[in-house]
């Protein structure tokens, strides 16, 4: 947020040939005596004729007000007005009456970066208490003030640079959209946020209000407008996983064959992206082996499942526990799919037992491919120090997979081995 340092306001005009009400206002702005330099103005501005001169009546108002709205004890002199509002359009009306703008030139329109000053702080106040309201009804002020200061060319000399306002200042915008969306105001934090959008401005800062205007307009049913800061924020962002899940997010999540078809189309333009790999299997997964009925495609699935957990793995490889973890789950659930197959096998002939033992030996396959998938998610978690529930609950789980693996192989001490040591998981 920010505020510029502004030096001691000058409050001695030079300026003495005019009239004497108003060298009478001047000097009681000199002595910064407000209730009677307010007084006065209202005596001077209520006689036609002196309203007629052009004697920098307005500018005096403009000092007199942003003035009186700093003390909260000379409030009261405003009569419930907006005393920086009135002073912003008291000099509005003063740069209409002296194009050459003398009185503002001597003191490098101090007052107008003064009366920005004021909102500004005002809103920063009212964001940092969590008053949401206040900070963005200022913000917007302090924001009017400057796209006019900005307009008119105006700079302040801090006495070390030439302070200008930015063409574009991303950051007030980001103000004011994020004191409206704390205000609950959406529709008006989307209105600055696009602002942002539009004008394509990257940074790590900004890449939440590419995703927040996609997820917006998607809820509205606006799937232009979600699909156009859908396609700016890849643009900006293109490593950033979130705009491929995005895309398969159009499509609800219990419509199964069109999400799955999404998937693939998503995946086929991007196909070495770890997550969405990972993300799919974890959809079929779920769908494959949480239902109370299995589905009419599980077989398909299930090989769908695979394929995408190896490329997964193959992706990520060192560093690819989800997946791995995953994988460990699917095989071992095919073994009990093999061992149902198993045991509805009831005859005793010779081709009934051949049945039996092609089984096992179908069953001792997958082990024989799980196991180093599994051993890698036990040394995952061995490894880790900063467990939490859920890890001790995946590892015991992959112990008792790892266990189940070398009983179905006869390898007795290790099955053991890995039985002991998920006691041991706390």
């Not at 790999?277 to 299995?294: G, M, Q, R």
Request: with cysteine; hydrophobic share 35%.
């Amino acid at each position: 947020m920010q505020k510029l340092t502004l030096t001691s306001l000058l409050v001695i005009f030079t300026f003495s040939v005019f009239a004497q009400k108003i060298d009478d206002i001047k000097d009681a702005i000199g002595k910064q005596d407000w209730t009677k330099a307010k007084t006065m103005l209202d005596k001077y501005m209520s006689n036609e004729k002196s309203m007629k001169k052009n004697e920098g009546i307005w500018y005096y108002k403009s000092v007199i007000f942003n003035e009186l709205a700093k003390d909260d004890n000379l409030k009261p002199l405003l009569n419930g007005v907006d005393g920086r509002q009135e002073a912003f359009e008291a000099y509005k009306k003063h740069l209409e009456a002296d194009p050459k703008n003398i009185l503002g030139t001597l003191e490098q329109n101090v007052r107008l970066f003064d009366i920005y000053n004021g909102y500004f702080g005002l809103a920063v106040a009212g964001f940092n208490s969590k008053n949401y309201d206040v900070a963005l009804e200022n913000f917007e002020k302090a924001y009017e003030v400057e796209k006019f200061i900005r307009e008119k060319g105006f700079t302040y000399n801090t006495g070390t640079s030439e302070f200008s306002f930015p063409a574009f200042d991303t950051s007030m915008i980001q103000n004011i959209a994020s004191a409206a969306y704390n205000a609950k105001k959406e529709d008006q934090a989307v209105s600055y946020y696009k602002q942002i959008a539009d004008a394509k401005i990257g940074g790590e800062d900004y890449l939440n209000i590419y995703q927040y205007l996609n997820e917006y307009y998607a809820k509205k049913g606006d799937q232009a407008n979600a699909d156009k800061y859908l396609a700016i924020g890849q643009e900006l962002y293109p490593t950033n996983y979130y705009w491929l899940q995005a895309q398969v997010d159009q499509v609800s999540e219990d419509d199964y064959p069109k999400r799955f078809a999404k998937y693939e189309e998503v995946i086929a333009k991007n196909p070495d992206s770890y997550l969405l790999h990972y993300n799919y299997a974890v959809e079929l997964f779920n769908y494959a082996y949480t239902s109370d009925a299995k589905p009419a495609d599980y077989k398909a699935v299930q090989e769908k499942i695979e394929t995408h957990l190896k490329k997964a793995v193959e992706l990520k490889k060192d560093d690819a526990h989800e997946a791995n973890i995953l994988m460990s789950r699917h095989l071992y659930s095919l073994t009990f799919d093999l061992g149902e197959e198993q045991r509805a096998i009831k005859g005793q002939t010779p081709a009934d037992q051949k049945k039996r033992n092609d089984l096992r030996d179908k069953i001792n396959q997958k082990f024989d491919i799980m196991l180093p998938y599994a051993l890698a998610s036990f040394d995952y978690y061995s490894n880790k120090t900063d467990l939490r529930a859920s890890d001790k609950a995946n590892w015991k789980l992959i112990a008792e997979i790892i266990s189940a693996c070398y009983d179905s192989k006869k390898m007795v001490d290790k099955a053991d081995e890995y039985r002991e040591k998920m006691k041991n998981i706390h």
